[in-house]
């Protein structure tokens, strides 16, 4: 539940939190449970073949590997949640790139992530998602992993 809770802290404390990274998390369904006081800057990660937390949203329940209740309102999708910020944030006019440019999940062979980017937003309003074309929930992070997610972290602090 970890993205969950980076967005959860988001909301709660946006005037402390420069950036949240999330891998395969979901934020609020309902929108109006958040009201982020100041944009915070969102690096999604998400791989399309996820089986828990599915990269088109849904509802975790008894079979999941979190022991979640059955009764868990549905969750948002990869797409649906980095628009929900990118609207807290006021940024706007997302770019997908063309094709994969980066090596993040060993388990998928070469290039296997696709960056959608808004590419207009106020200081500290960055969203992007990193879509992991063929992912899965636990991937096996490439040497490019950890570089890739520090330098993103380092480049969006706090205005």
């Excluded at 599915?54 to 980095?82: D, E, H, K, R």
């Excluded at 006021?90 to 770019?95: D, I, L, N, Q």
């Excluded at 590419?119 to 074309?133: F, Q």
Aim: hydrophobic share 35%; glycine share 8%.
């Amino acid at each position: 539940m970890g993205g969950y809770m980076a967005y959860r802290m988001a909301c709660q404390s946006a005037d402390r939190i420069a950036s949240i990274v999330a891998l395969s998390g979901t934020t609020f369904l309902d929108p109006g449970r958040c009201q982020p006081s100041e944009p915070v800057d969102v690096l999604h990660i998400h791989a399309t073949a996820e089986e828990e937390f599915f990269y088109l949203g849904g509802v975790l329940g008894p079979s999941s590997a979190y022991s979640i209740p059955a009764n868990m309102p549905p969750y948002p999708g990869a797409v649906q949640t980095v628009q929900t910020w990118a609207t807290y944030n006021g940024a706007r006019e997302p770019v997908t790139d063309p094709a994969p440019s980066m090596d993040l999940d060993l388990k998928v062979p070469g290039l296997d992530t696709v960056v959608t980017r808004y590419t207009t937003s106020p200081p500290g309003g960055a969203v992007e998602l990193w879509s992991i074309i063929g992912g899965t929930h636990i991937p096996t992070f490439s040497p490019e992993f950890s570089p890739r997610v520090i330098d993103w972290l380092l480049a969006h602090p706090k205005p």
